[in-house]
Each structure stands twice: as structure tokens, then as C-alpha cells.
């Protein structure tokens, strides 16, 4: 059974750090594409940020620079590194496993599998 | 564009049909998927692809997509239905991901 367990999380002083992880189970996270999406309280969904399986990483505008994806392939478990964290970063901060699947010439990316969520909140 | 567009709210009476849209240029090259997310849940994804169902989404679920338009379809709407529903795909340099505002179902 796939699941991804999330930890790290809490209430961060403005300019602080943090790091979320995700352990993985039921899957191989070094196989596949994994992201970062967080929800500010009442809001929408933002990406934050994707790694690919070959190592290969993007982020969001907001984040670029100051947020590190990563993973430990040996504890088959992802992170999220968050530095100099703003009010604007306080959000519920979910991992989710990405898949890519063809139909014809278009391509499906999808989140086949969330983790539970981690509220982060940024305030003095 | 790296946008897609849902309208904020849609509603619909318990038992018909209600369809949720999502905009977007990138739409052209990828197919949306589709999630619901209920309070204090995390996103559940119910449409990828074409119009392919995880196992155990009911089949009154169904998506389509149309140019630069992808659409959800509840057919049959239950009670159980009311959420918000978010799409998703890749912007047009299917680098970054993309998901649209979220349209909340109320189901009268």
C-alpha cells in the first residue's frame, strides 16, 4: 500500500527555518516524480516545488531561493528545506507522488498519492 | 500562460448534473486532472488522462477536455459530492505545475 507520512511542521518566527519530511512506503521515492504543494489557510492549492526522478528540480517563483526539495534515497523519505520564511509561507504544506501517462500525443501529469499535510505557521 | 481558470463557486441540486471548467492555454497540450478536496482533507485526485477514474472514484465522475477548456461532469450529484475542486496540469513549458483557483460545490 503506497503512503506517504509527513512530518516537521509548526510555529516559525519570521526569517526562521524549517524542514518538512515525508516518508514514503509502498513505493520507491527515487523512481518517481514527487512535489511540494501547499494550501494557505482558506485558499487554493500553490505548487511549491518538483523533484524528478533523475535528480532534476524546479520551484515556484515565491519559493526559488529560498526552498530546497530533496530526498534520501537510503530512508526513502522527501524533504522540503524552507529558509528566511515570510508570513505569506503560512500554509498547510502537503508531499504528493506525481505520475506522467500518455494518451496519443497529450500528456497526463497527475497526484496519484497526498500526504496527510503538515501546518506550517510563520509568526512572531 | 502557467494559469488555469475555474469559476469560484458552482452549485446544483441534489441529483443532477453539474459541470466544472478550467481554462487554460497549456490545456492544448495537456490533459487536466482533477481533485476534491473536503475540509480538513487532503486533495483527493477523481479524473486524470483522457477521462480515466482511480479505482474506487464512482463512475458518475467523468471528464472531457476541448481545446483550452478541460471540464469535471457529475452526473447524478450526491450529497457527499459538496467540496471544492481543483484542476491541475503542467504550464505550457511542462516545467512547472499548475492548478486552478478551486470552484466550491454546493449541492442544494
Known amino acids: 500500500e503506497v503512503q506517504l507520512v509527513q512530518s516537521g511542521g509548526g510555529l516559525i518566527q519570521p526569517g526562521g527555518s524549517l524542514r518538512l519530511s515525508c516518508a514514503a512506503s509502498?513505493?520507491?521515492?527515487?523512481?518517481?516524480?514527487m512535489s511540494w504543494v501547499r494550501q494557505p489557510p482558506g485558499k487554493g492549492l500553490e505548487w511549491v516545488s518538483v523533484?524528478?526522478?533523475?535528480?532534476?528540480?524546479y520551484y515556484a517563483d515565491s519559493v526559488k531561493g529560498r526552498f530546497t526539495i530533496s530526498r534520501d534515497n537510503s530512508k526513502n523519505t522527501l524533504y522540503l528545506q524552507m529558509d528566511n520564511l515570510g508570513a505569506d509561507d503560512t500554509a498547510v504544506y502537503y508531499c504528493?507522488?506525481?505520475?506522467?501517462?500518455?494518451?496519443?500525443?497529450?500528456?497526463?501529469?497527475?497526484?496519484?498519492?497526498w500526504g496527510q499535510g503538515t501546518l506550517v505557521t510563520v509568526s512572531s | 500562460s502557467s494559469e488555469l481558470t475555474q469559476d469560484p463557486a458552482v452549485s446544483v441540486a441534489l441529483g443532477q448534473t453539474v459541470r466544472i471548467t478550467c481554462h487554460g492555454d497549456?490545456?492544448?497540450?495537456?490533459?487536466a486532472s482533477w481533485y476534491q478536496q473536503k475540509p480538513g482533507q487532503a486533495p483527493l485526485l477523481v479524473i486524470y488522462?483522457?477521462?480515466n477514474r482511480p479505482s474506487g472514484i464512482p463512475d458518475r465522475f467523468s471528464g472531457s477536455s476541448s481545446g483550452n477548456t478541460a471540464s469535471l461532469t457529475i452526473t447524478g450529484t450526491q450529497a457527499e459530492d459538496e467540496a471544492d475542486y481543483y484542476c491541475?496540469?503542467?504550464?505550457?513549458?511542462?516545467?512547472?505545475?499548475?492548478f486552478g483557483g478551486g470552484t466550491k460545490l454546493t449541492v442544494l
Open positions: 523533484i524528478y526522478s533523475d535528480g532534476t528540480t
Open positions: 509502498g513505493f520507491t521515492v527515487r523512481s518517481n516524480y
Open positions: 497549456s490545456l492544448r497540450n495537456y490533459y
Open positions: 504528493a507522488r506525481e505520475k506522467l501517462q500518455w494518451f496519443g500525443e497529450f500528456r497526463s501529469y497527475y497526484f496519484d498519492h
Open positions: 488522462g483522457k477521462n
Open positions: 491541475n496540469s503542467r504550464d505550457s513549458n511542462g516545467k512547472h505545475v499548475v
